[in-house]
């Protein structure tokens, strides 16, 4: 059974740099059918797409936010990882990383098949 | 605003039958599959349907997932009180990439 542990931050102040990573246990990184997620879900609203992180590397993200956030892997230490630069008030959210089945045929077809426990971030100072 | 579509709320009684939509456009629903989550209040969303009508394992058939054109639909058949929760469908957008749904709320009377 495959496990996902966010840990990181629940407080961060504006216009620093919130770090968080996703801990992945009873399964391999490294393993080709998947990618590797981040979604948020500020308090109250919709859940938000981040981006998704392939083993080598590799990355699809939401447009919109690309300019801000980076994602990596490290297949080492089994986990995955998303930095935000510049946070806002209106970063503040529900962060939770998950795992990301997709087709051979292509990414276009994925879905989030299991997802972690997720971290509440406040940006405050 | 959310590229996609859905209700803010749905209700039913329970054992009733109650469809939640979702309504996209040509360049994500009409082309691509579509995936329902649910979210009770203070967890994680769980993965419901995936490629528009599949069910992982584990999930009743209660539930089931189609689309027509632009839109797709929940379907929740046989309603529990367990089953309320938020439910948000989500899809391939060919310019924003993965795209969520707005939520829809769904109450059991």
């Known amino acids: 059974q495959v496990l996902l542990q966010v840990s990181g931050p629940g407080l961060v102040k504006p216009s620093e740099t919130l770090s968080l990573t996703c801990s992945v246990s009873?399964?391999?990184?490294?393993?080709?059918?998947?990618?590797w997620g981040w979604i948020r879900q500020p308090p109250g609203k919709e859940l938000e797409w981040i981006g998704s992180?392939?083993?080598?590397?590799?990355?699809y993200d939401n447009p919109s936010l690309r300019s801000r956030f980076t994602i990596s892997v490290d297949t080492s230490k089994n986990q995955f990882s998303l930095k935000l630069r510049s946070v806002t008030a209106a970063d503040t959210a529900v962060y939770y990383c998950?795992?990301?089945?997709?087709?051979?045929?292509?990414?276009?077809?994925?879905?989030?098949?299991?997802w972690g426990q997720g971290i509440l971030v406040t940006v405050s100072s | 605003q959310s590229v996609l579509t859905q209700p803010p709320s749905a209700s039913g009684a329970p054992g009733q039958r109650v469809t939640i939509s979702c309504s996209g456009g040509?360049?994500?629903?009409?082309?691509?599959?579509v995936n329902w989550y649910q979210q009770v209040p203070g967890t994680a969303p769980k993965l419901l349907i995936y490629?528009?009508?599949l069910r992982p394992s584990g999930v009743p058939d209660r539930f089931s997932g189609s689309k027509s054109g632009t839109s797709a639909s929940l379907a929740i058949s046989g309603l529990q009180s367990e089953d309320e929760a938020h439910y948000y469908c989500?899809?391939?957008?060919?310019?924003?990439?993965?795209?969520f749904g707005g939520g829809t709320q769904l109450t059991v009377l």
């Open positions: 040509k360049s994500n629903i009409e082309i691509h599959t």
């Open positions: 009873g399964g391999s990184i490294r393993s080709n059918d998947y990618y």
């Open positions: 490629r528009t009508h």
């Open positions: 989500a899809s391939w957008d060919d310019k924003m990439n993965v795209v």
């Open positions: 992180i392939f083993n080598t590397g590799s990355t």
């Open positions: 998950a795992r990301n089945a997709y087709e051979s045929s292509g990414y276009a077809m994925n879905w989030f098949d299991v």
